[in-house]
């Protein structure tokens, strides 16, 4: 299959961030030429008054909890986590399967390519993913035996799976220890070893509330990016959800372990959180910073252009300093940075790159008045996931707006 994208505003995300007027040549999966291009394609799309981007990746979610959207507002992250232990105990295969069709819908419709997940029964969520052709790096959920609520052992269930999609295209099997109070010092340094074991990456939970910090340290001693230190389980390979009350000591551990971070800026407001993930202090000390909704529970959408705006919002109000974020560097977390986290061959438009291209309708009035100048700013401060006209996915059209 072969796209001719023509005469968009496109946002290439390369090294030098530039911008600029052109067209995009798509063919077998991959960004083929950019610039002024006129070949033939199967499909040609007038990007006249469009802005042509990266798909964004969203890098912490919880898809199939997107049909119980609205079961848990205004409480805080222990009463969350009571009703959902509560609701999620209920659900079968089947809800787990039409909440993940949802929620990827969703995010295919406001400009999400790529998402990293968390779950239990990730084998259903990668059948959701196949079918609607984006990309699902999907952790399954491991906690210590004598608490799942899973059938048999959730470290072996996570390696069955791992081992099912290794070689997938769409499908990246990861395995995701939920948070330290849920999973001990064995059950993490087993999913370590099954990481590196099959060559794939851990996600999980790490410091997301202030309670968690403060009954680790009064059981360990430690604060928990300490004691995972000790225990030896920081590496590279590990994409830490929230990380919201660190200290700068374990800013250094996290940034000498190569640790990458997934900010979830509205779930954290959502649930009271107090505290904002140290973003600054991490941009100094080079960690990697992505961005990730969380579910649909404690977010309440899957929109990646509204977590930009919250992303950058937050963290000024919170210095007392408007510049502390600007909209460029937003977009590289959502963009260039996630692919980087995820050793994915995307995030930018630039020949070679896998074809996950996102192309935004800039004649609604929130996206003018449209200049070179403030093409990133408008995609981060007043475009909405609802603007986005296409969304394609491995040189393939996933999502097309009619009208
Ligand atoms: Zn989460």
Redesign the pocket.
């Known amino acids: 299959m072969s796209i001719l994208i023509k005469n968009g505003w496109i946002i290439t995300q390369n090294e030098n961030r530039d911008v600029m007027r052109g067209d995009i040549y798509v063919e077998d999966g991959k960004i083929v030429e950019v610039g002024n291009v006129n070949v033939e394609a199967e499909h040609k799309i007038n990007a006249e008054n469009m802005i042509v981007m990266p798909g964004l990746i969203n890098t912490?979610?919880?898809v199939a909890m997107t049909d119980m959207r609205g079961i848990a507002d205004d409480v805080d992250l222990e009463d969350f986590l009571a009703i959902m232990w509560k609701e999620e105990a209920k659900r079968n295969r089947e809800d787990i399967y039409h909440g993940a069709k949802l929620g990827i819908e969703e995010m295919l419709r406001t400009g999400t390519t790529s998402f990293v997940d968390?779950y239990s029964d990730e084998d259903i969520i990668a059948k959701a993913v196949k079918e609607s052709g984006i990309r699902g790096f999907l952790g399954w959920a491991v906690v210590d035996k004598e608490i799942t609520t899973q059938e048999g052992n959730p470290i072996k269930n996570a390696e069955k799976f791992i081992r099912k999609f290794q070689n997938d295209k769409f499908v990246t099997p990861f395995i995701a220890p939920h948070a330290i109070y849920t999973c001990n010092e064995e059950t993490l340094l087993k999913s370590k070893e099954i990481a590196e074991k099959y060559g794939t990456m851990i996600t999980m939970?790490v410091s997301e509330t202030r309670k968690e910090v403060y009954d680790h340290r009064k059981k360990f001693g430690l604060r928990p990016v300490e004691w995972l230190e000790k225990i030896g389980f920081l590496s590279d390979k590990l994409l830490g959800?929230?990380m919201v009350w660190l200290t700068l000591h374990e800013i250094k551990i996290l940034s000498k372990r190569g640790v990458k971070v997934s900010h979830?800026p509205t779930?954290n407001m959502k649930l009271g959180h107090g505290g904002s993930m140290p973003l600054i202090e991490m941009l100094q000390n080079n960690v990697l910073v992505t961005l990730g909704t969380?579910?649909a529970v404690?977010n309440n959408n899957l929109d990646m252009f509204e977590e930009m705006k919250f992303a950058a919002l937050l963290h000024k109000n919170e210095r007392w300093d408007a510049s502390v974020t600007n909209a460029q560097m937003i977009l590289d977390f959502a963009t260039i940075n996630a692919a980087n986290a995820l050793n994915l061959n995307a995030g930018s438009i630039e020949e070679g790159k896998l074809a996950d291209i996102v192309i935004v309708d800039a004649t609604e009035p929130n996206a003018r008045p449209l200049r070179k100048d403030n093409i990133v700013s408008n995609i981060v401060y007043s475009i909405s996931g609802l603007n986005v006209k296409y969304t394609i996915v491995n040189g393939k059209i996933v999502f097309e707006r009619k009208g």
């Open positions: 912490h979610t919880h968390m939970h959800a929230h979830n779930s969380d579910s404690s």
